[in-house]
């Protein structure tokens, strides 16, 4: 069974950073797409960023440039540096994942993974 195990959420001003780490108990870690999703307070879920298994990335526009997002195929991990924090970024943040070929990145829509873990939050104050 896949599980997932974020960790790193906190509180911070505006401008500072956080840094979100998942744990992915999978094999073949390399095969899954990874991606980060986050759903502000009376929206939908978003995404953040995707990491294919080669690690090719993706991120939604506003995040680019201040986000980063990296994985450790060798340690099954996942994390998400976040800078320049703003209080719109203000979030529950969860990891997501989904076995692809290749490990290649299916969408951004939430339907396109298939195991999430439990949510960290982040909060960012003006």
């Known amino acids: 069974q896949v599980r997932l195990v974020e960790s790193g959420g906190g509180s911070v001003q505006a401008g500072g950073s956080l840094r979100l780490s998942c744990v992915a108990s999978?094999?073949?870690?390399?095969?899954?797409?990874m991606a980060w999703f986050r759903q502000p307070p009376g929206k939908e879920r978003e995404r953040v960023a995707t990491?294919?298994?080669?690690?090719?990335?993706s991120y939604t526009d506003s995040v680019l440039g201040r986000f980063t997002i990296s994985r450790d195929n060798a340690k099954n991990t996942l994390d998400l540096q976040m800078n320049n924090l703003k209080p719109e970024d203000t979030a529950p943040y969860y990891c997501a994942a989904v076995l692809t070929p290749s490990g290649a990145c299916p969408g951004d829509r939430p339907y396109n993974y298939d195991t999430w873990g439990q949510g960290t939050q982040v909060t960012v104050s003006s």
């Open positions: 999978v094999d073949r870690y390399s095969s899954y797409c």
């Open positions: 990491i294919r298994g080669s690690g090719g990335t």
